[in-house]
């Protein structure tokens, strides 16, 4: 048990001074009184004391004084002056002390003025540390602060702490939870609290922290005592605490001095908050600034653009108004009949460039205002330039330039809006052409890699002087505007071109030596959606990274799957994926499969394809497997080359969910047996490799085309073919040639092939071309031309009208009649552009009408059961399509993670 | 007889066409510039009585080139009307301060163009130039 209590401080030495002076006086002074009262009878009746009394009854008896008592008196006068002369001293040094304190506490609150001033919340409590060191007298003080909205109270401050524990500190955050545990109602003194050494209590000091504060003795301050003072706010938060140790008069602390520094606290809470305050707002000032700043700027644009503007409008305005004023302003004079003409074509064309100019504002301003909707679909730059160039041909002619396309590369598509991509490839063609003078040549090139797709437009032209070449895409840079309106320009196209370009992801640049012709690029990226992977391939070869890509998407898009990966054998036996769909970059750059070990290394081992339709019924897939795929349901087939083995092609996360079954892997077998074709086709040449990728861009185009309707044109060919008689391989041939039937149509516009409007003669031409022109396009993926056949004769009749061949009855293909059911019913079913859709017993009355003569009557009878068995099939895969199978809700939840 | 010799500067060359079919109907003859740099020259070689100039121009625009017309010995009486699709109060006074004589904005009637060139010339008659 402690003696005493912390907060009521010993006796200081002066105070046991003063009062043992002011007890020897007081005794004094009443023996004196007495003595004055009744001088003899102390004398008499103190006689047992000898010495004093003697004395006094000497000074007291005698009436003529005697020398001894004069002696006596004398002295005691004496003894009474030097105990005032004592008692003034004491009293004087009180009155000294007092002013001391009135001028530490006049100290005190200065220092507290000081700390609700400082609105930097470091300094503000650095300075209150040293505040405290040096008025309160504690050698040592550590502030710890909370964050707001924090559990963590970080040591920010401090007084008295050698660098080295301050960084000890400071890595070492105090838990608001753990500091509220140590706020034990026995050790709280006034609002502060005094945890003493001799307390059984376990405070987590850091490691490595001890402070060394000498011996102790009764009273002393302990190196292990602590006295924490918690600050808390209005709302009873607590914002931060002081920890005060080594007090330099080694004592625990007066309740005085702990009155004090729980003073500080409540005005360093203030200050606290003050400064944070200040601080947000500070934030707040600079960000309103910069918004200020900002909007400035923009509206310096926007101002100098409408000054720009109307100057651009008034000058058309001008001519016109010059020319009517004229006309008009004639009056009996005569005109002579070429200037009248004259006139009224400067009132056309500067009509005309007027609408030019408001055109392109609103252009402009649709893209600032970020109204601008790009309707992004897979565009074939290879085409798009295409259709350029003959829309452009006309004024290079008029203009004697010549104008050329060349295509560098196989892949030339790019998820795109196509009309602002056609928009910018006609500006930059058409302002070549302006630009170039007769006799020179405009030359459109595409290249690119698997990322990107890049436009030049190259002249021969005038050039742009290089001080020019960073402003030209600025709106309303002229280089000469005399020049810009000669040409017909508004001074914004290349503003507009700059727009279309950013809001695709991509960008633009010139480059010009004058004299000699500029060069545009515009640089495109290729697809938003999931990007095919390709490994490079060691010797660079890009045509063949193209095939490989291309090929990827095909076995995507026939197989309906998210996920594709293309695996091939290391020299060791290992397999490492080439190419993938749908997985991450990481994924195709790290994974191996050993020669034997899963599902791909079976089939690479085995040659035999595998299908999964849930590997949760085999349990060999690994959990970590279905965290990569979507699903559970996949296909891995070989690739076989003429020698050996190419690869395994593993297909998984069909779309819808269905699980993969036996005819799936047929139809992959198809597919891979045409990759493995067009691969070695490839390896062979890099020409042989862009005349395949050219073929499977087609191929590819195609497919993404007709993605709605391929589903159930596939599985209709298969169970027909099936009824037919066919066998699986077959069927599965017969359905892929349905899934590309008609890749001899892609030259031909979308309007062709939706069937709207009536056909030019050329058109017609192409609509009765497009068999042959498929079947050979399809040469380079064909060893035995099987699907070839098939697509070359699906237009014949059975009676021998149809086209290309006029052949007839069983000299058709069995695939091709199916195939030219199936077609027919689709486009009756299904509906064109100008047909609606009939009914599916309207369109069965038609195909029992054309029976015999456009239908293998055989087939047209089977129709009906084929028909049903693929619906029942489709069925199915709505069925398979609910969550129950994992598949669907896995996925929905991997995409809402993202 | 022509009532005088006015050069017209622009780089709009419809402009240019008009003004110089509208004010030969008046009676002037017309010499035509595209650019700062022609009309300098022209306005030294041809000396007309009046120049129409206008302000955006390329390379050398209307006001460089009429601080330097009314800075030559040989061009700075000629009287100069600012032509410019800007309408502004500063612009104008720009245009003054370059030394300019008139200044009309576009869109103008040609009618009132030739107005203020009959004004002008009216009242810079070479006898009050050489009073």
Redesign the interface.
């Known amino acids: 048990m402690k003696k005493r209590k912390a907060g009521i401080a010993p006796p200081s030495d002066a105070e046991v001074r003063l009062r043992s002076e002011l007890d020897r006086t007081r005794r004094d002074n009443s023996r004196m009184k007495r003595e004055a009262a009744d001088p003899v009878r102390p004398r008499r009746s103190d006689s047992d004391v000898p010495g004093t009394n003697g004395q006094a009854q000497a000074a007291s008896e005698g009436t003529a004084a005697a020398p001894g008592e004069l002696e006596g008196l004398r002295a005691q006068v004496e003894e009474l002056s030097t105990t005032r002369q004592r008692l003034s001293k004491l009293y004087f040094s009180q009155v000294e002390e007092n002013r001391k304190r009135a001028g530490k506490l006049h100290q005190i609150l200065e220092n507290i003025c000081q700390i609700n001033s400082h609105l930097d919340l470091d300094d503000l409590l650095q300075g209150l540390c040293e505040t405290i060191t040096t008025t309160l007298g504690f050698g040592v003080v550590l502030i710890r602060l909370r964050e707001p909205g924090t559990s963590r109270l970080h040591a920010c401050a401090f007084s008295g702490i050698t660098p080295a524990a301050r960084v000890l500190l400071q890595s070492q955050d105090v838990k608001l939870e753990e500091f509220l545990s140590w706020l034990r109602e026995d050790f709280k003194v006034g609002r502060s609290y005094f945890i003493s050494h001799s307390h059984s209590f376990n405070r987590t000091l850091p490691t490595g922290y001890t402070p060394d504060l000498g011996t102790r003795e009764e009273w002393e301050w302990h190196k292990d005592d602590v006295l924490l003072v918690p600050l808390f706010n209005r709302s009873g938060e607590l914002v931060a605490y002081f920890s005060v140790d080594d007090p330099i008069d080694r004592l625990v602390p007066s309740s005085e001095t702990m009155e004090l520094l729980e003073i500080f606290g409540n005005h360093a809470v203030v200050a606290i908050e003050n400064a944070r305050l200040y601080r947000q707002l500070e934030q707040h000032t600079r960000e309103l600034e910069e918004a200020g700043t900002r909007m400035q700027e923009l509206h310096a644009l926007k101002s100098n653009f409408v000054s720009t503007v109307s100057h651009e409008l008034r000058t058309p305005l001008t001519a016109i108004k010059a020319c009517v004023d004229t006309l008009l302003a004639a009056g009996d004079r005569e005109v002579p009949r070429d200037r009248q003409q004259h006139f009224l074509t400067i009132i056309r064309d500067e009509n005309q460039r007027l609408a030019r100019l408001i055109e392109s504002v609103l252009d402009l301003n649709r893209f600032d205002s970020g109204a601008v909707k790009l309707v992004r679909q897979a565009v074939d730059m290879a085409e798009l330039l295409g259709e350029s160039e003959r829309l452009l041909a006309p004024v290079a002619i008029t203009g004697q330039v010549n104008l050329k396309v060349v295509t560098e590369l196989a892949d030339t598509r790019v998820d795109a809006d196509r009309d602002q991509l056609r928009q910018l490839v006609l500006h930059l063609g058409s302002n070549a052409i302006k630009f170039t003078p007769a006799g020179g040549s405009v030359l459109l090139r595409l290249r690119g890699d698997s990322r990107e797709v890049t436009l030049q437009v190259e002249d021969t032209g005038i050039g742009i002087p290089e001080q020019a070449l960073e402003k030209i895409f600025e709106r309303f840079y002229q280089v000469d505007s005399s020049l810009v309106r000669r040409y017909g320009g508004t001074g914004l196209g290349l503003a507009i071109c700059k727009s279309i370009v950013e809001w695709h992801g991509g960008r633009v640049s010139a480059e010009s030596t004058p004299g000699l012709g500029s060069r545009f690029t515009v640089v495109l990226p290729r697809r938003n959606g999931p990007p095919v992977v390709v490994r490079s391939l060691p010797h660079g070869e890009s045509a063949t990274e193209d095939l490989l890509r291309l090929a990827i998407e095909m076995v995507s898009e026939v197989m309906n799957a998210r996920v594709v990966s293309l695996l091939t054998p290391e020299p060791d036996g290992a397999l490492r994926i080439q190419a993938a769909v749908g997985l991450d970059e990481t994924v195709v750059r790290d994974t191996r499969v050993a020669p034997g070990f899963g599902v791909a290394g079976r089939v690479a081992s085995e040659r035999r394809p595998l299908c999964v339709a849930h590997a949760g019924e085999n349990g060999d897939q690994p959990a970590s497997r279905r965290e990569t795929y979507f699903s559970d349901t996949y296909l891995s087939v070989p690739l076989e080359g003429s020698q050996g083995l190419l690869g395994v092609l593993n297909v998984t996360d069909p779309e819808g969910g269905r699980p993969f079954e036996a005819e799936d892997c047929h139809l992959l077998l198809q597919v891979a047996a045409r990759v493995a074709v067009a691969w070695q086709q490839a390896s062979r040449s890099s020409d042989g490799a862009s005349e395949v990728a050219a073929t499977l861009r087609q191929v590819v185009r195609h497919l993404e085309r007709a993605r709605r309707s391929a589903p159930d044109r596939v599985n209709l060919a298969r169970a027909l073919a099936r009824e037919a008689g066919l066998d699986e391989a077959e069927a599965a041939l017969v359905s892929f040639a349905a899934s590309i039937h008609d890749v001899g149509m892609n030259k031909l516009g979308e309007s062709v092939i939706e069937g709207v409007g009536r056909l030019s003669d050329v058109e017609r031409q192409a609509v009765l071309d497009h068999p042959e022109v498929g079947a050979d396009l399809l040469e380079p993926l064909e060893t035995l031309g099987a699907v070839q056949d098939v697509i070359l004769a699906h237009h014949e009749w059975w009676d021998g009208t149809g086209y290309p061949r006029q052949l007839s009855g069983e000299a058709i293909p069995i695939g091709s009649r199916v195939l030219a059911l199936v077609d027919a019913w689709e486009s009756m079913v299904v509906g064109r552009a100008h047909k609606p859709a009939r009914s599916r017993d309207e369109a069965l009355g038609e195909l029992i009408r054309l029976s015999g003569r456009q239908f293998d009557p055989a087939l047209v009878q089977m129709f009906a059961s084929a028909l049903a068995a693929s619906e029942r099939h489709n069925a199915s895969a709505v069925r398979g399509a609910m969550p129950d199978k994992g598949a669907a809700g896995e996925r929905a939840m991997h995409d809402s993670g993202r | 007889m022509a009532k005088g010799k006015i050069l017209v500067v622009d780089?709009?060359?419809?402009?240019v066409?008009?003004?110089d079919?509208?004010l030969g109907?008046e009676g002037y003859e017309v010499l035509t510039a595209?650019?700062g740099e022609q009309a300098l020259e022209k306005a030294r070689s041809e000396h007309p009585d009046l120049i129409v100039l206008d302000i955006?121009?390329?390379k050398l625009d209307g006001y460089e080139t009429c601080k330097m017309l009314k800075s030559d010995e040989a061009t700075r009486t000629i009287p100069v009307i600012l032509l410019s699709?800007?309408g502004r109060n500063v612009d104008q006074k720009i245009g003054f301060e370059v030394g300019a004589d008139d200044y009309i904005t576009?869109?103008?009637?040609?009618?009132k163009l030739v107005e203020r060139i009959n004004a002008l010339l009216g009242q810079s008659s070479p006898q009050r130039l050489q009073a």
């Not at chain 2, 780089?11 to 402009?15: G, K, L, N, R, S």
């Open positions: 780089d709009e060359i419809y402009i066409h008009i003004l079919f509208s109907m595209l650019d955006m121009m390329p699709a800007k576009k869109p103008f009637s040609p009618r």
